[in-house]
T-cell receptor, first 113, second 114 residues
Framework: GENVEQHPSTLSVQEGDSAVIKCTYS??????FPWYKQELGKGPQLIID?????GEKKDQRIAVTLNKTAKHFSLHITETQPEDSAVYFC????????????FGAGTQVVVTP | DAGVIQSPRHEVTEMGQEVTLRCKPI?????LFWYRQTMMRGLELLIY????????DSGMPEDRFSAKMPNASFSTLKIQPSEPRDSAVYFC????????????FGQGTRLTVV
């Protein structure tokens, strides 16, 4: 099965700076890579995703890059704001897994004013 | 749609008691997932269903845990008997049939076993 590793476990950034979270995966058949954000007291929510036929995707201050050769993908948040403080989870889903959604360990991001 | 609805939001029970957590997925979604979240173990996938059929229950920790989906609009996660180490937040999520589609999470049930 797929094994996703996520780093770092915690990330503290100054407001306005950039934050980068990295994930590696093991199954070369994985072709869908979503990122979820979990705010305190709430369930995770999808913020961006990328498919294996694309190397990079951007949505305002959030971008995700994918390197299929190296089997890693990253989340980039630019111009961080206090509301970006949350736990972020990555996932990698193989085509033959029935869409099994299994997350990395998560990254606690703290944006300090 | 009101989203994924879980009940109760909070549950406090004594060790040895049976606990039943409930989930109503978004109408029309084919997949339903149950997760457990703790500080130590993060967000663990316990079991998931496709069209009401359990596909993978390898994440269910012990035989004390069981899950059912009698119809497309309802699922339960049962713990019998409960133990203090079962204390966690349990999330239910659902999504539509395409593999690369967004999963929507409920607000979770915070379970405390004393």
């Amino acid at each position: 099965g797929e094994n996703v590793e996520q780093h770092p476990s915690t990330l503290s950034v100054q407001e306005g700076d950039s934050a980068v979270i990295k994930c590696t995966y093991s199954d070369s058949a994985s072709n869908y890579f979503p990122w979820y954000k979990q705010e305190l007291g709430k369930g995770p929510q999808l913020i961006i995703d990328i498919r294996s036929n694309v190397g990079e995707k951007k949505d305002q201050r959030i971008a995700v890059t994918l390197n299929k050769t190296a089997k890693h993908f990253s989340l980039h948040i630019t111009e961080t704001q206090p509301e970006d403080s949350a736990v972020y989870f990555c996932a990698a889903i193989p085509t033959d897994s029935w869409g099994k959604l299994q997350f990395g360990a998560g990254t606690q991001v703290v944006v300090t004013p | 749609d009101a989203g994924v609805i879980q009940s109760p939001r909070h549950e406090v029970t004594e060790m040895g008691q049976e606990v039943t957590l409930r989930c109503k997925p978004i109408s029309g979604h084919d997949y339903l997932f149950w997760y457990r979240q703790t500080m130590m173990r993060g967000l663990e996938l316990l079991i998931y269903f496709n069209n009401n059929v359990p596909i993978d229950d390898s994440g269910m920790p012990e035989d004390r845990f069981s899950a059912k989906m009698p119809n497309a609009s309802f699922s339960t996660l049962k713990i019998q008997p409960s133990e203090p180490r079962d204390s966690a937040v349990y999330f239910c999520a659902s999504r539509s049939g395409g593999i690369n589609t967004e999963a929507f999470f409920g607000q979770g049930t915070r379970l405390t076993v004393v």
